[in-house]
């Protein structure tokens, strides 16, 4: 794993209680070098702080995301909207705000990196029926119209929970708990983010959803397969 | 049946004749007391208008007297001049015979007209001492008081009525006696005032026409003049008004060098230097806002290697001696503290820098407030108090910002129960039409008198020397304060000395609307009496 933090102190003490987690972290202290040790290490995970030197973290972020779908957990001092939007619409998975307590950020990054051993197959057809969208989820693929969709696990994770039950409606507190592994009410923000970088990719038209719908007051189902 | 009709009456008396009237009157006091210039106008109008009656009086009294005056004097002269004529015309008269009378009156009216002074003489007229009815020549009446001072023997004058033919008109009558054959006649002259009167009706004319004149100009020079003045001031007082609705750099167009212009550039010197003031402060608060959020964000890394530090060490805490491990638990937990108050400092500061936004939902109070009873729970076992919620049966719907309301009644359920001592906390909520309200009573220590307006001061302490429990950051309530104001709701304390405290909540139902009243009473039921209670009410933003 890869953990982009200026603080040397912080990212320090960040190795020593990931290690002690049994993580494997390596470190970058500038936003301009992040991008190279990315490509080195091919971490499972990143962590990032949004404030760097040289490059911003929200720069790094899109950088990663336009490389690959590698979960993203931002480490940011402000929780205000503006911040946490941004480097969500960037492409970070999730965040968390300083001063976190470890165990928080260890859960954190274990439900990003919680791998799904589905061995058996299972394929979930939903959408539009001249279109439909075809997941097949061992192997972690989706497609529309014979040509591949690139998801992130995090908007696959997303995705499928939302396919495996068609017509139910999720409201974004339960999306929360399956997709993002809280156990207590967070930040809805994460979910309508989230949401609308998953329907920029697998819907026709992202303004007038097929495949992930809005219900109003309530939250998000999956369309009609 | 007769009642009603009274009351139809007198109720349609008022919408149709009253009513108007009122608001007419309501409509020129309004006028005159928002206008100068009006109020100006009106007054030059009547001090003009009434020295220019009072002149004018004047002036056609004079004048009426002096023509008079004149025509009486000619009066007189022509008819001691015709005193002669009469006389030897009626020593050979026999006042008995009432055509010798007449003819002898013809006689002398004819000398008198014939004679080239004339007064203006119109006829005249003889009577004899005792005039029977038919003596009295017919077109003229002499009046009994003229009749009476000519009979004792004098030159009489008096203005009366003539017949002029088939008119009336405006007179003088000379009278005197003569002395006739046999007895004495009355001789008297009667001279039509036509002219003088076309004179003095002229004059009359003139000074009502030149005086109205000269009241017009009088009140048109005020208008005009007030106008120059006022337009000015209110130039300026527009500018006023703009200036203190925010918009700093309003000035006046200033021309020439006269006390107006001076008015106006002392008032743009003014705004100049204001608009200077509130930048700096402006400049200085923002920095200083700036700096206190910067800190918070600044403190917030390290804070986050020292937090992981520790739970490391906590983590561990078996394996040291009872000192270390002790001392290990006591900096986790000041850390907490620590990381709380930065959170609420951070939270003042957004409020602090204006940045502070509402998520406003529909949602049920009741939920929040079970919410926030579930949360305190815990607390509430330790203090040993009892939390006693009242709940309506029926849903509250109200515009919130659900996290920030349910921070607030955290806050105060705490603040209750770290006050309480013990003894039951009372949480009640109430719906009306426009509000709800949440009010949280203990029975605790309760406040002293005018302790209720500080206790949403910032790091405001009750008691210094009693040890807080919950460990509150002390910007709680302010913080709470704050978040109401957010939603234009209230945030009230009431407390006594003894009796324990409550503080009240109050919402709209609707964001964005006014608050004129609360479901619940901030003072509570049995303590009415002497209450010390701070209404902390919000002041028009």
């Keep these: 794993m890869l953990v982009v933090d200026d603080d040397s102190a912080l990212a320090e003490m960040l190795g020593i209680v990931l290690r002690t987690d049994g993580f494997e972290p390596s470190f970058v202290a500038e936003g301009s070098r992040a991008m190279q040790a990315f490509r080195e290490s091919k971490p499972d995970i990143v962590l990032l702080d949004l404030m760097l030197p040289g490059m911003s973290g929200i720069d790094v972020c899109r950088g990663i995301r336009a490389e690959s779908g590698t979960p993203i957990i931002m480490l940011t001092a402000k929780s205000d909207t503006v911040d946490v939007v941004l480097g969500l619409e960037s492409g970070a998975d999730d965040y968390v705000v300083k001063p976190f307590k470890p165990k928080e950020l260890v859960a954190r990054m274990r439900?990003?990196?919680?791998?799904?051993?589905?061995?058996?197959?299972?394929?979930?057809?939903?959408?539009?029926?001249?279109?439909?969208?075809?997941?097949?989820?061992?192997?972690?693929?989706?497609?529309?119209?014979?040509?591949?969709?690139?998801?992130?696990?995090?908007?696959?994770?997303?995705?499928?929970?939302?396919?495996?039950?068609?017509?139910?409606?999720?409201?974004?507190?339960?999306?929360?708990?399956?997709?993002?592994?809280?156990?207590?009410?967070?930040?809805?923000?994460?979910?309508?983010?989230?949401?609308?970088?998953?329907?920029?990719?697998?819907?026709?038209?992202?303004?007038k959803p097929e495949v992930v719908l809005t219900v109003r007051g309530v939250g998000y189902k999956a369309g009609p397969p | 049946m007769s009642g009603e009709r009274t009351t139809d009456t007198t109720s349609w008396l008022y919408?149709?004749?009253?009513?108007?009237?009122?608001?007419?009157?309501?409509?020129?006091?309004?006028?005159?007391?928002?206008?100068?210039?009006?109020?100006?106008?009106?007054?030059?109008?009547?001090?003009?208008?009434?020295?220019?009656?009072?002149?004018?009086?004047?002036?056609?009294?004079?004048?009426?007297g002096g023509v008079l005056e004149a025509k009486r004097n000619a009066a007189i002269g022509q008819a001691r001049l015709g005193q002669e004529s009469a006389r030897t015309s009626l020593a050979e008269t026999d006042t008995s015979v009432p055509g010798d009378v007449e003819a002898a009156r013809t006689k002398i009216t004819a000398d008198l007209t014939a004679n080239g002074q004339s007064a203006g003489l119109f006829t005249t007229a003889l009577e004899s001492e005792s005039?029977?009815?038919?003596?009295?020549?017919?077109?003229?009446?002499?009046?009994?008081?003229?009749?009476?001072?000519?009979?004792?023997?004098?030159?009489?004058?008096?203005?009366?009525?003539?017949?002029?033919?088939?008119?009336?008109?405006?007179?003088?009558?000379?009278?005197?006696?003569?002395?006739?054959?046999?007895?004495?006649?009355?001789?008297?002259?009667?001279?039509?005032?036509?002219?003088?009167?076309?004179?003095?009706?002229?004059?009359?004319?003139?000074?009502?026409?030149?005086?109205?004149?000269?009241?017009?100009?009088?009140?048109?020079?005020?208008?005009?003049?007030?106008?120059?003045?006022?337009?000015?001031?209110?130039?300026?007082?527009?500018?006023?008004?703009?200036?203190?609705?925010?918009?700093?750099?309003?000035?006046?167009?200033?021309?020439?060098?006269?006390?107006?212009?001076?008015l106006g550039r002392s008032f743009n010197d003014m705004a100049g230097s204001l608009q200077r003031q509130i930048r700096r402060l402006e400049d200085l608060s923002r920095l200083q806002r700036r700096f206190t959020s910067d800190v918070s964000h600044e403190l917030r890394t390290p804070l986050t290697t020292i937090r992981m530090a520790s739970e490391l060490l906590h983590a561990h805490r078996d394996e040291f001696p009872p000192a270390l491990s002790r001392s290990v638990e006591l900096l986790n937990a000041e850390l907490d503290r620590f990381e709380s108050l930065l959170g609420d400092l951070l939270e003042i500061s957004r409020y602090d820098a204006g940045v502070a936004r509402l998520e406003s939902e529909t949602a049920d109070l009741r939920g929040v407030v079970q919410a926030t009873v579930e949360a305190s729970r815990l607390l509430a076992e330790r203090q040993g108090s009892e939390l006693i919620v009242d709940l309506p049966d029926e849903p509250v719907p109200?515009?919130?910002?659900?996290?920030?309301?349910?921070?607030?009644?955290?806050?105060?359920?705490?603040?209750?129960?770290?006050?309480?001592?013990?003894?039951?906390?009372?949480?009640?909520?109430?719906?009306?039409?426009?509000?709800?309200?949440?009010?949280?009573?203990?029975?605790?220590?309760?406040?002293?008198?005018?302790?209720?307006?500080?206790?949403?001061?910032?790091?405001?302490?009750?008691?210094?020397?009693?040890?807080?429990?919950?460990?509150?950051?002390?910007?709680?309530?302010?913080?709470?304060?704050?978040?109401?104001?957010?939603h234009d709701g209230w945030l009230q304390a009431w407390g006594e000395r003894g009796k324990g405290a409550q503080f009240r909540l109050t919402l709209p139902r609707v964001?964005?609307?006014?608050?004129?009243?609360?479901?619940?009473?901030?003072?509570?039921?049995?303590?009415?009496?002497?209450?010390?209670?701070?209404?902390?009410?919000?002041?028009?933003?």
């Design chain 1, 111 to 207: 439900a990003r990196l919680r791998h799904h051993e589905n061995l058996v197959s299972e394929q979930l057809t939903i959408g539009p029926a001249d279109s439909p969208v075809i997941i097949d989820v061992p192997a972690h693929q989706v497609s529309r119209d014979g040509r591949p969709v690139a998801l992130t696990p995090l908007e696959f994770d997303l995705l499928v929970a939302l396919a495996r039950k068609p017509r139910q409606v999720f409201t974004r507190e339960v999306l929360l708990e399956q997709v993002w592994g809280y156990r207590h009410a967070a930040d809805t923000r994460l979910v309508n983010v989230h949401v609308q970088r998953l329907r920029s990719k697998v819907e026709r038209d992202p303004e």
């Design chain 2, 15 to 64: 919408r149709r004749v009253l009513h108007p009237i009122r608001l007419a009157a309501d409509a020129v006091v309004r006028a005159w007391q928002s206008s100068l210039q009006l109020r100006v106008a009106a007054t030059t109008l009547v001090i003009t208008g009434v020295a220019v009656v009072v002149i004018g009086v004047f002036i056609v009294d004079q004048v009426a």
């Design chain 2, 398 to 486: 109200v515009d919130m910002d659900s996290r920030r309301v349910e921070r607030i009644l955290r806050n105060l359920v705490g603040n209750a129960l770290d006050h309480g001592e013990g003894k039951p906390v009372e949480i009640r909520v109430r719906a009306d039409a426009d509000a709800v309200a949440v009010a949280v009573r203990d029975h605790g220590v309760g406040l002293r008198p005018g302790e209720a307006g500080l206790v949403f001061n910032r790091f405001w302490r009750g008691d210094p020397s009693r040890s807080r429990l919950t460990g509150g950051t002390g910007l709680g309530l302010a913080i709470s304060l704050e978040d109401a104001r957010l």
């Design chain 2, 511 to 541: 964001a964005g609307h006014t608050l004129l009243a609360s479901p619940l009473p901030l003072v509570p039921d049995e303590d009415v009496h002497e209450a010390d209670s701070f209404e902390f009410e919000e002041e028009d933003a």
């Design chain 2, 131 to 262: 005039p029977s009815a038919n003596e009295i020549t017919p077109s003229v009446a002499i009046p009994d008081g003229l009749r009476r001072l000519v009979q004792r023997s004098n030159l009489a004058v008096q203005y009366a009525p003539v017949r002029d033919g088939d008119r009336t008109v405006p007179g003088l009558i000379v009278g005197e006696p003569v002395s006739a054959r046999t007895g004495v006649l009355d001789l008297y002259y009667l001279f039509p005032l036509t002219a003088e009167e076309q004179t003095i009706a002229l004059v009359q004319r003139t000074v009502a026409v030149s005086g109205l004149a000269l009241v017009l100009l009088v009140v048109g020079i005020a208008l005009l003049v007030t106008r120059q003045v006022v337009r000015p001031v209110r130039v300026v007082s527009q500018t006023a008004g703009r200036l203190a609705a925010g918009d700093l750099s309003q000035r006046i167009r200033v021309h020439g060098a006269d006390d107006i212009a001076r």
